[in-house]
């Protein structure tokens, strides 16, 4: 809508006919009948000096644009008019036509103009107009030159239709979109939208053919779990899955998918395929997945069909939370609970309860080696604790590198190790103690402060002995192996094991 100037006429009567003023008076929406003679002879005008692109001449001199709307008169409106923009008449509409045509108007009163500039009789546009009370209006215009009146403009019908309903629910619906939006690429954890649609239609396809054990399925079909990864889309992502995922883009990390979701993946997929098959559209689980740089990431995933998609999967949210941290502090809880922390061996309580598991179930024979670190005590007394655990970490650096699994070594003492090797013979056990001093000779090369050196006893459990029996010969070897060791480091004389540890 247009402002008319101070000097506008008000005709409140035209030449139209009964019938034609009553439906014009009474029609359901908002008419406007205007004379734009004043606007055509401005156009005219402006044609004359040369102006070609109405739009850039408007936007050089605004008062361009108020002088357009200075030069239109209306001519009526109609009851809806009145009661639209709650006027009493049409002298107190016209009379404050400047507080209903403000503030939004100056751009589309100018799309209004140049539609009309560029030879068309009609133009839209939607734009807010406010009520005398201040109001605001949302509102869909029409404008048309009426027939006969092409040439002069003297006629224009404006219709104007009420749409701030819609528009306020629209607003009301992009400010949620964009909260929405918001919280997504915002969330502290990593957020996926998929489509899962194929995936349904798999499973579909496999329940239609008759399988009922889905389990049994996926195991003899693996390559099914496999061809259901592949039909997953993946349609948005936020910005911390970005960063979980050391991605420097979205159309990166999408391209990439196979170095994020592989090696132990699949057996996971595989378990929330089967939960699905069961019906469960809501899942939580942990799972491993991997940075683009390669990284080992520990997450826990939340999986859920989106309501209203239960029908189809077509909308599905992950949610992944990096637990990373969390599962390496209980890593290392549980590598306390059975380490050793100065020798990275195993530790006592370790120890106790591997021989009791050997007890029933073997394998057997079951090797058992106990030694002793040679000098400790002394080591402690003469050069410090310091020294002394330097002692230790080198006897755990020899153990650690000769025994590997099935096979364990344990510090059950402060000085005591005890090495347990399941399905290993006399002859085995004794190559392992050869391999031991061999491997000490090596490190002793390498450290000139203080000797390592061990003294070791080992036994071989014979049919029907209990391993607690195998530990004590071997036991009493290695108290006999000490003895000779410092026998010869004292000229045969005999050290009781406390003073000589």
Known sequence: ?????????????????????????????????????????????????????????????????????????????????????????????????????????????????????????????????????????????????????????????????????????????????????????????????????????????????????????????????????????????????????????????????????????????????????????????EVINYSLQGDELHVHLQFSVLPGHEHDWSLVQVALTDITARKKAEAYLEYLGKHDVLTKLYNRSFYVDELNRLERKGPFPVTIIVADLNGLKATNDHSGHASGDDLLRRAGEVLNELVQKPCYAARIGGDEFALLLPATDERDGAVMMENIERLVDINNQFYSSQTLSFSMGAATSEPGERLESVVKRADMLMYEAKRIYYSRRTGGRRLDKEAET
């Not at 050391?246 to 699949?266: E, G, I, S, W």
Request: charged letters at 30%.
């Open 1 to 285: 809508m247009l402002h008319p100037g101070d000097d506008t006429s008000i005709v409140q009567s035209d030449s139209t006919h009964g019938e034609d003023a009553e439906m014009f008076d009474l029609a359901p929406v908002s008419l406007w009948l205007e004379d734009y003679s004043g606007i055509k002879k401005l156009f005219d005008e402006w044609r004359q000096a040369g102006v070609t692109s109405l739009r850039d001449y408007l936007r050089e001199d605004v008062r361009r644009v108020e002088a357009c709307s200075d030069s239109i008169h209306v001519i009526k409106v109609n009851r809806k008019t009145l009661t639209l923009f709650e006027a009493e008449d049409l002298s107190h509409l016209v009379a404050n036509l400047g507080l209903i045509f403000r503030n939004d108007m100056l751009k589309t009163h100018i799309d209004e103009l140049v539609q009309l500039w560029d030879g068309q009789t009609t133009f839209f546009s939607h734009t807010v107009n406010y009520t005398l009370a201040g109001r605001r209006l949302d509102i869909q215009l029409k404008g048309s030159i009426l027939p006969g009146y092409e040439k002069g403009w003297e006629r224009v019908l404006i219709a104007i239709e009420d749409v701030t309903e819609r528009e306020t629910a629209q607003r009301k619906l992009a400010r949620s979109e964009e909260y929405a939006r918001g919280l997504f690429e915002h969330s502290p954890v990593s957020l996926w939208v998929e489509d899962f649609s194929s995936v349904k239609c798999l499973l579909d396809e496999v329940r239609e053919k008759g399988i009922t054990d889905f389990r049994v399925f996926t195991d003899v079909h693996p390559e099914f779990v496999e061809r259901c990864m592949n039909e997953i889309r993946v349609i948005d992502v936020n910005q911390h899955t970005l960063e979980l995922f050391a991605a420097p883009d979205k159309p990166t990390l999408l391209r990439n998918l196979r170095d994020v979701f592989r090696d132990d993946m699949q057996p996971h997929f595989r378990e929330q395929l089967i939960d699905l098959w069961e019906g469960k559209i809501f899942q939580q689980r």
